[in-house]
């Protein structure tokens, strides 16, 4: 599976941006999506994933309320509608495409096996 994300900026705080990621080369529908992100000085962490259907989703509390994982099977994509964005915000984001069955796993990055090359997503104060 390969995945292209796209979508990230500049914006200031209380902005939005939508990230975008599309896939190619595998059955989209068979897999849970995710996004992770990652600051300079930081380790990868989780975002927000979504099942295969989009019946379920999971968010960090860090982003819940102003964060909106959706995927839209017929167009392989997954997108993360990013509200009130902050500069805490400013990161590579990834998306990354799982066949983890057990939600609990859906947060951590080794349960993807693959992954897209990243956008930068930059929030000024």
């Known amino acids: 599976v390969q995945l292209q994300a796209s979508g990230g900026g500049l914006v200031q705080a209380g902005g939005s941006l939508r990230l975008s990621c599309v896939a190619s080369g595998g059955t989209f529908s068979s897999y849970v999506m995710g996004w992770f992100r990652q600051a300079p000085g930081r380790e990868r962490e989780f975002v927000a994933a979504?099942?295969?259907?989009?019946?379920?989703?999971s968010y960090a509390d860090s982003v819940k309320g102003r964060f909106t994982i959706s995927r839209d099977n017929a167009k392989n994509t997954v997108s993360l509608q990013m509200n009130s964005l902050e500069p805490e915000d400013t990161a590579v984001y990834y998306c990354a495409a799982s066949r983890a069955r057990i939600p609990y796993l859906w947060s951590e990055s080794s349960s993807y096996a693959y992954w897209g090359q990243g956008t930068q997503v930059t929030v000024s104060s």
């Open positions: 979504i099942s295969w259907s989009g019946g379920t989703t």
